[in-house]
């Protein structure tokens, strides 16, 4: 039986632990309500309150655009991530197709600097015609997640017994009939848990983002909110508005999915 006292720190832990997390989103929301004069000061709380900082961060640019480009580009991303992950990494572990190297060679790519990658994608966009569109970023975000989306999927593809998929193929059902119909409703919580960190890595993306949209209509939030930033005047309180006006989307989409999540994660780190 656990003592009050050991609750009590346990509780207190806690709390601290809480307050360590949301301190950075305290302080942003701090910053978006104080003048430009009270942010150099460095106080946590402003001393002349204002809201002039919200309407403005959406008058100064196209901050609506930015954040529907922003979901648009980190859902679809998504999608094609799970899409060519989940059949790739099936047939990795199952047919055992490239079983030797290609998992450390997924790895390899994504250890490598984005800026190494901004060049390439620049010109291949720039020759199939979709640079500064969205399509090519759901496609260049899309692939680049891929090493992420099969490390996390692996561990439950391997944990689906073959005598299951043995039994479909007695049953007269291919190996795609098998994925789709049966190991993917298995490993549900693995790909929803897969989906989501994949949409959170393209929401946050910021380089290959600034690199390959050219105007207003195309840049994405995080694109959008270095826009606050002048030639010799930064607005932080304008910045700081945007800034939490655009996380609220993804921020959404964590805690409405947060049950798969957890439970996605978890028995993805079970053996």
Aim: aromatic share 10%; proline share 6%; glycine share 6%.
């Amino acid at each position: 039986m656990t003592r009050p006292s050991t609750r009590i720190l346990q509780a207190f832990a806690a709390l601290l632990a809480v307050g360590f997390f949301l301190l950075p989103v305290a302080y942003l929301l701090s910053v978006s309500f104080k003048r430009p004069d009270d942010v150099l000061t460095g106080r946590f709380w402003p001393t002349d309150p204002t809201l002039a900082n919200w309407p403005a961060a959406f008058e100064a640019t196209s901050l609506s655009t930015f954040i529907l480009n922003s979901v648009v580009v980190s859902v679809l991303s998504g999608v094609l991530t799970i899409a060519i992950t989940l059949p790739a990494a099936y047939a990795m572990i199952r047919l055992g197709i490239g079983k030797k190297f290609l998992p450390q060679a997924t790895l390899a790519s994504y250890i490598a600097p984005p800026i190494v990658a901004l060049l390439p994608f620049f010109f291949l966009l720039k020759t199939i015609g979709l640079l500064n569109t969205h399509a090519g970023l759901i496609l260049v975000n899309g692939l680049l997640n891929i090493p992420v989306a099969f490390w996390l999927i692996a561990p439950f593809l391997r944990r689906v017994p073959a005598e299951i998929e043995e039994a479909a193929a007695l049953d007269g059902a291919n190996r795609f009939r098998t994925l789709v119909s049966i190991v993917a409703p298995m490993i549900a919580p693995g790909i929803a848990a897969t989906s989501i960190i994949v949409i959170i890595l393209s929401f946050n993306e910021f380089l290959l983002a600034s690199g390959l949209t050219l105007s207003d209509s195309m840049r994405t939030l995080t694109v959008g909110i270095s826009l606050f930033q002048g030639d010799r005047l930064v607005n932080f309180g304008q910045m700081a508005a945007a800034s939490l006006a655009g996380i609220v989307p993804i921020y959404a989409i964590a805690l409405l999915m947060q049950k798969h999540l957890v439970e996605g994660l978890a028995h993805g780190g079970v053996k």
